[in-house]
């Protein structure tokens, strides 16, 4: 398989070449800029800037930048620019034969006290764009979701379709199949290894720091390494450009502090949050009082001086988080993770049509588990990442762009644990990884895009992983002007794992390792294809359909005796399923309904069983209404059917032997043994459940409030969680719960 991908992608490559022409250059230029909020200078992603008279236009990246290829030269023409929450705003520019026209626009915000509702420009639509399984989310729409106890980036990823979560306690996610630890997290283009807080309550990347977030949910192109399933990028602010601000904010749970600002030719930000009460976790935990204590910390630089480099912009970014669980009883548990990170980026924009990023990069994690009196098992983690990326993008006449990259990572991961039947073990390795990619994005015809590329890891963390490529490939046909066509199809390589507990009901953080060298590295292929109608300008109808293949995931050895065994063992996952979506959107309120239909197998040793997030069934429909004067409501209702669990049988008197050459007369020595059926043959009830939310903003003097106010499981579902297996007594989710959070901004 992965030879005829290779074989596909040089044909492909060839034949792209082949045509790549760079004639009219001295016919046309470019204009290239960025878009900004004039209010702050943070930069606008995912706005529209449009040229009528050549009925053509682009919208910005993740860091704000478009560019227009094509435009006649020696000629004026208006562009008009657009984005929900601001005016419209239109500039006049004329660019030179072969040139680029270089520009930063500036958007002004819509006073909060008149009524948002603004007609703003239509939407551009790239037609060719490669974007099959890619979700755009920017900070704006998280704000608008019911909250739950507070906004929450990755609580807000499930309700996508494909997207599984198994139980309202956690925000860990499952994707199209794939287990958790196949998800990538990456935090300004750093892996965060431990993104969650507090029993994986909430995520450790506090809202408050994000500017926009990029979700891949399958078929993510050459730039992206390191796991089989997804992608979370997620960029953060650089920080007020005009004038020192902060805000401050409290809900049921936190508090959050932030302050920005301007230094010489550039702006920082610092934001932090940190846990104040448990009280509302006991919702959470059936009324168990856990004494959750966590915070964490991100602070970011940016510079940029026409002095040092010309449209050259340097950021240096840290983030710190740490939990702790610490009982008042000597004789329980202690539970500890954290995480640190630190980069260094460089962004270099060329008076050409191309810019590179070169990232520096440490990210940092240790967890651990102190028995004490308890009957857990120790456990010690720690991993320490140092990367260094450098990224490459030019846009030819033609429209076409190439991408170059590399990438060297050196990782050093080691984890101390014992076994169920007390065997300890210790996992140490500390290995590199050279890799580099190139792509090709065909864009140079308006109703077809193809994006063909291939990673090559020249070394690799496992010692099985050198020398392989990683070949991957897109497309976009739009055969009539309303109907879209896209596909996708990939190798995936996974060099490390987390090595956790499966049957655990709640997993309190993941242990990191790199697969040792008696296993292969996790290879998963990929495909998936879907349709999208344009039903009308504010509306569309999705439906996708995916298929995947992983093969040689590490799992835990559960029939480790002896010190001499593995403690990790191969087994493969299959999955596959479809996915329909309709949604509307227009200034007033929007509407999305999603539904999943979905299978997903695991095999260990020739035994073929569910894992715990598969689930047949499962919707949502997410509506959001803009009432005017800063007044939003909206509201979640979703359903799916049961996830499975492993039925209990019966029990039986169990005769435990503590000394076999001990003659015992009497019966204190027999226990109850518990009776299971196969592994997850059962299947929980149906789970459904409605959110509410409600925000205002309005301004006092020189400050702007925020209230949010939200209901939880509005009409007190009793979904279950599991059984308790000693008691077999019904653990129920969440009940109706209300949460309120009050924030100020300065």
């Given at each position: 398989?992965?030879?005829?991908?290779?074989?596909?992608?040089?044909?492909?490559?060839?034949?792209?070449?082949?045509?790549?022409?760079?004639?009219?250059?001295?016919?046309?230029?470019?204009?290239?800029?960025?878009?900004?909020?004039?209010?702050?200078?943070e930069?606008?992603?995912?706005?529209?800037?449009?040229?009528?008279?050549?009925?053509?236009g682009?919208?910005?990246?993740?860091?704000?930048?478009?560019?227009?290829?094509?435009?006649?030269?020696?000629?004026?023409?208006?562009?008009?620019?657009s984005?929900?929450?601001?005016?419209?705003?239109?500039i006049k520019?004329?660019v030179?034969?072969?040139?680029?026209?270089?520009?930063?626009?500036?958007?002004?915000?819509?006073?909060?006290?008149?009524?948002?509702?603004?007609?703003?420009?239509e939407?551009?639509?790239?037609?060719?764009?490669?974007?099959?399984?890619?979700?755009?989310?920017?900070?704006?729409?998280?704000?608008?979701?019911?909250?739950?106890?507070?906004?929450?980036?990755?609580?807000?990823?499930?309700?996508?379709?494909?997207?599984?979560?198994?139980?309202?306690?956690?925000?860990?996610y499952?994707?199209?199949?794939?287990?958790?630890?196949?998800?990538?997290?990456?935090?300004?283009?750093?892996?965060?290894?431990?993104?969650?807080?507090?029993?994986?309550?909430?995520?450790?990347?506090?809202?408050?720091?994000?500017?926009?977030?990029?979700?891949?949910?399958g078929?993510?192109?050459?730039?992206?390494?390191?796991?089989?399933?997804s992608?979370?990028?997620?960029?953060?602010?650089?920080?007020?450009?005009?004038?020192?601000?902060?805000?401050?904010?409290?809900?049921?749970?936190?508090?959050?502090?932030?302050?920005?600002?301007?230094?010489?030719?550039?702006?920082?930000?610092?934001?932090?949050?940190?846990?104040?009460?448990?009280?509302?976790?006991?919702?959470?935990?059936?009324?168990?009082?856990?004494?959750?204590?966590?915070?964490?910390?991100?602070?970011?630089?940016?510079?940029?001086?026409?002095?040092?480099?010309?449209?050259?912009?340097?950021?240096?970014?840290?983030?710190?988080?740490?939990?702790?669980?610490?009982?008042?009883?000597?004789?329980?548990?202690?539970?500890?993770?954290?995480?640190?990170?630190?980069?260094?980026?460089?962004?270099?924009?060329?008076n050409?049509?191309?810019?590179?990023?070169?990232?520096?990069?440490a990210?940092?994690?240790?967890?651990?588990?102190?028995?004490?009196?308890?009957?857990?098992?120790?456990?010690?983690?720690?991993?320490?990442?140092?990367?260094?990326?450098?990224?490459?993008?030019?846009?030819?006449?033609?429209?076409?762009?190439?991408?170059l990259?590399?990438?060297?990572?050196?990782?050093?991961?080691?984890?101390?644990?014992?076994?169920?039947?007390?065997?300890e073990?210790?996992?140490?390795?500390?290995?590199?990884?050279?890799?580099?990619?190139?792509?090709?994005?065909?864009?140079r015809?308006?109703?077809?895009?193809l994006?063909?590329?291939?990673?090559?890891?020249?070394?690799?963390?496992?010692?099985?992983?050198?020398?392989?490529?990683?070949?991957?490939?897109s497309?976009?046909?739009?055969?009539?002007?309303?109907?879209?066509?896209?596909?996708?199809?990939?190798?995936?390589?996974?060099?490390?794992?987390?090595?956790?507990?499966?049957?655990?009901?709640?997993?309190?953080?993941?242990?990191?390792?790199?697969?040792?060298?008696?296993?292969?590295?996790?290879?998963?292929?990929?495909?998936?294809?879907?349709i999208?109608?344009?039903?009308?300008?504010?509306?569309?109808l999705?439906?996708?359909?995916?298929?995947?293949?992983?093969?040689?995931?590490p799992?835990?050895?559960?029939?480790?005796?002896?010190?001499?065994?593995?403690?990790?063992i191969?087994?493969?996952?299959?999955?596959?399923?479809?996915?329909?979506g309709?949604?509307?959107?227009?200034?007033?309120?929007?509407?999305?309904?999603?539904y999943?239909?979905?299978?997903?197998?695991?095999?260990?040793?020739?035994?073929?069983?569910?894992?715990?997030?598969?689930?047949?069934?499962?919707?949502?429909?997410?509506?959001?209404?803009?009432?005017g004067?800063?007044?939003?409501?909206?509201?979640?209702?979703?359903?799916?059917?049961g996830?499975?669990?492993?039925?209990?049988?019966?029990y039986?008197?169990?005769?435990?032997?503590?000394?076999?050459?001990?003659?015992?007369?009497?019966?204190?020595?027999?226990?109850?043994?518990?009776?299971?059926?196969?592994?997850?043959?059962?299947?929980?009830?149906?789970?459904?459940?409605?959110?509410?939310?409600?925000?205002?903003?309005?301004?006092?003097?020189?400050?702007?409030?925020?209230?949010?106010?939200?209901?939880?499981?509005?009409?007190?579902?009793?979904?279950?969680?599991?059984?308790?297996?000693?008691?077999?007594?019904?653990?129920?989710?969440?009940?109706?719960?209300?949460?309120?959070?009050?924030?100020?901004?300065i």
């Open positions: 398989m992965q030879n005829t991908f290779i074989k596909i992608l040089q044909v492909v490559l060839l034949i792209i070449l082949s045509f790549s022409q760079f004639s009219n250059a001295q016919q046309f230029g470019k204009l290239r800029g960025v878009v900004t909020d004039s209010s702050n200078g930069v606008l992603v995912y706005c529209n800037v449009f040229i009528n008279e050549i009925n053509t682009a919208s910005t990246d993740q860091r704000g930048m478009f560019i227009i290829n094509g435009v006649p030269a020696n000629q004026e023409f208006e562009a008009i620019v984005y929900v929450g601001y005016k419209t705003k239109s520019f004329a030179n034969s072969n040139q680029i026209k270089d520009t930063t626009i500036a958007l002004q915000p819509i006073s909060l006290e008149l009524n948002p509702i603004e007609k703003i420009g939407r551009v639509v790239e037609k060719n764009v490669t974007d099959l399984g890619l979700e755009k989310i920017s900070i704006k729409q998280l704000e608008t979701l019911p909250k739950g106890v507070e906004t929450d980036v990755m609580r807000s990823l499930q309700y996508l379709p494909g997207v599984r979560s198994t139980g309202d306690i956690s925000s860990r499952y994707v199209r199949g794939g287990s958790g630890d196949q998800n990538l997290v990456l935090l300004n283009g750093v892996t965060l290894y431990a993104p969650f807080h507090s029993l994986g309550l909430f995520s450790s990347i506090d809202p408050e720091m994000i500017n926009s977030i990029e979700f891949f949910k078929g993510f192109s050459s730039e992206y390494s390191g796991r089989l399933s992608i979370l990028n997620v960029l953060t602010k650089d920080g007020n450009k005009k004038r020192l601000g902060g805000s401050a904010s409290i809900s049921f749970l936190t508090a959050k502090g932030l302050l920005e600002g301007p230094i010489p030719n550039g702006s920082f930000i610092v934001t932090t949050r940190f846990s104040y009460s448990d009280e509302i976790t006991k919702k959470f935990l059936n009324n168990e009082t856990v004494p959750i204590d966590f915070y964490d910390v991100s602070a970011k630089l940016n510079y940029s001086s026409p002095k040092i480099f010309n449209n050259a912009k340097f950021s240096l970014f840290t983030f710190l988080s740490s939990d702790n669980i610490q009982y008042s009883d000597p004789a329980r548990e202690e539970y500890g993770w954290k995480n640190f990170l630190l980069d260094f980026e460089w962004i270099q924009i060329y050409a049509p191309f810019f590179s990023r070169l990232g520096i990069s990210s940092n994690f240790e967890g651990k588990i102190v028995p004490n009196g308890s009957n857990l098992k120790p456990l010690n983690n720690e991993v320490k990442d140092v990367s260094i990326t450098f990224d490459l993008n030019a846009v030819l006449d033609s429209k076409d762009e190439i991408d990259g590399l990438m060297i990572k050196i990782l050093d991961t080691q984890l101390l644990t014992e076994s169920k039947t007390g065997i073990s210790q996992l140490s390795k500390f290995a590199g990884n050279i890799s580099i990619y190139a792509k090709y994005k065909l864009l015809y308006e109703m077809f895009g994006d063909v590329g291939s990673r090559l890891n020249v070394t690799g963390l496992n010692a099985n992983s050198a020398g392989t490529f990683e070949p991957r490939i497309f976009t046909f739009r055969p009539i002007e309303k109907i879209v066509l896209k596909g996708s199809a990939g190798i995936y390589l996974q060099e490390v794992t987390a090595v956790s507990d499966e049957d655990e009901i709640i997993s309190i953080f993941d242990p990191w390792i790199i697969i040792p060298d008696y296993l292969n590295p996790a290879k998963g292929i990929s495909y998936s294809g879907g999208e109608y344009e039903l009308s300008r504010e509306s569309s999705q439906i996708e359909g995916y298929y995947r293949n992983s093969s040689d995931i799992v835990i050895n559960q029939e480790k005796i002896f010190e001499y065994e593995p403690d990790l191969s087994g493969t996952l299959e999955s596959y399923g479809w996915e329909f309709f949604y509307i959107h227009n200034d007033i309120y929007s509407v999305s309904t999603s999943s239909l979905s299978w997903v197998y695991k095999t260990v040793n020739n035994y073929v069983y569910y894992p715990k997030y598969d689930s047949r069934h499962s919707g949502n429909i997410l509506f959001e209404y803009n009432i004067s800063s007044w939003n409501v909206s509201a979640v209702w979703t359903i799916s059917s996830l499975p669990f492993t039925q209990m049988i019966s039986y008197d169990k005769y435990n032997i503590e000394n076999p050459f001990e003659v015992v007369s009497n019966n204190n020595n027999y226990m109850p043994y518990l009776v299971l059926a196969d592994k997850n043959l059962g299947r929980l009830p149906a789970y459904h459940r409605l959110d509410l939310g409600l925000t205002k903003k309005f301004i006092i003097g020189p400050s702007v409030f925020s209230i949010g106010l939200n209901v939880i499981n509005a009409y007190n579902r009793e979904n279950i969680f599991y059984y308790e297996r000693d008691t077999g007594r019904r653990v129920n989710m969440l009940p109706f719960l209300f949460t309120a959070t009050v924030k100020v901004e």
